[in-house]
């Protein structure tokens, strides 16, 4: 099933079938996708998702097969036959496992944000088998991590833009979040809270690359000071959060630019820049190219002809 624009922090998702042909790289990506819910909102997954993923929380549903759902914002519950009820917040991840029954929801007064992918294989039977992963620790508590969150917007980009082995991809990218989470769960618990507010709100800013940071927003939200907070995200960045956010968003621009047909104008706009020329100004500032020169650039690589000179003295085509 086809998925919505992955801009803004709207609901992304895509599911495909499996290839048996597949089934010997030990794991095999049935689906994956971003799912917010606003405050208010506690139905998950939507109607529109296929028959046996979408569910009523007082049914709840049985898989036939393994899946992660990670938590990135606001707060929740999880309940299965197996862990009983169990409170959720930014930073925990659920492993669904195939014939477990189960249910998940945001909490009303908060909503959330999930990032999830579906999968079934060889190799998340091994870790089963060995209790590495485990129906009665189906809540692994592993912190807000970007790293963690690039990792599965990794595995949607490869079942959208379908490059050559993107299946492989995946299903590479599905055990290495697995590996993060599971790492992750334990180091955790002695990671400092300033830390960790500094994670979580990193992660706020790459989620919504279209949105300028609130900083006063963030300050309120984890309760730290404005001056040790900007200090602290400094110290784990080397860049302020505006600065930070600006080098994301240049980041998102050239990922744009590169895979889509949208004019530098429409990018400016989704990216929520000022206007295509302030847009195109900081593009250049940054990446020493301009937007346009930057796409012919790369298409023509794509394409196997030469690339189109770049003239100026500093530039750089990898943002």
């Not at 490059?163 to 790492?183: D, H, N, S, W, Y």
């Not at 990922?255 to 889509?260: F, P, V």
């Not at 989704?270 to 790369?298: C, E, M, Q, V």
Request: glycine share 10%; proline share 8%.
């Amino acid at each position: 099933m086809a998925k919505s624009s992955t801009t803004g922090g709207r609901e992304y998702y895509r599911y495909l079938p499996v290839n048996p042909g597949d089934r010997c790289w030990g794991v095999s990506v049935t689906g994956a996708g971003y799912q917010p819910a606003a405050p208010g909102f506690d139905l998950l997954p939507p109607r529109r998702h296929p028959p046996g993923h979408f569910y009523e929380w007082d049914a709840g549903r049985v898989l036939s097969e393994y899946g992660v759902v990670y938590v990135t914002h606001g707060e929740g519950e999880f309940d299965s036959h197996a862990t009983g009820l169990v409170p959720l917040r930014a930073g925990d991840a659920m492993i669904l496992f195939p014939g477990v029954w189960h249910r998940y929801r945001p909490r009303k007064q908060t909503g959330w944000g999930i990032h999830w992918v579906h999968f079934q294989g060889d190799s998340p039977d091994r870790l089963l088998a060995s209790g590495v992963i485990r129906p009665d620790r189906a809540v692994l508590r592993a912190g807000v991590d970007p790293s963690t969150v690039r990792s599965f917007r990794d595995v949607l980009d490869a079942l959208q833009a379908e490059p050559a082995g993107f299946v492989q991809i995946a299903g590479a990218k599905t055990m290495e979040i697995l590996a993060r989470l599971a790492g992750a769960a334990s180091a955790v618990r002695a990671m400092p809270r300033l830390q960790e507010v500094v994670s979580r709100a990193r992660l706020r800013l790459e989620e919504n690359p279209g949105r300028l940071p609130v900083v006063e927003e963030l300050i309120d939200e984890f309760d730290v000071s404005r001056t040790h907070f900007f200090r602290l995200f400094k110290e784990q960045t080397g860049q302020s959060p505006y600065k930070y956010h600006l080098e994301l968003k240049i980041r998102r621009a050239g990922e744009m630019l590169r895979g889509s047909n949208l004019t530098v104008k429409q990018i400016s706009i989704a990216l929520g820049f000022r206007n295509p020329y302030h847009f195109s100004r900081l593009f250049r500032a940054k990446t020493g190219i301009a937007p346009r020169d930057y796409r012919h650039h790369w298409r023509a690589i794509s394409t196997g002809e030469s690339p189109v000179p770049i003239h100026h003295p500093d530039a750089r085509v990898s943002p």
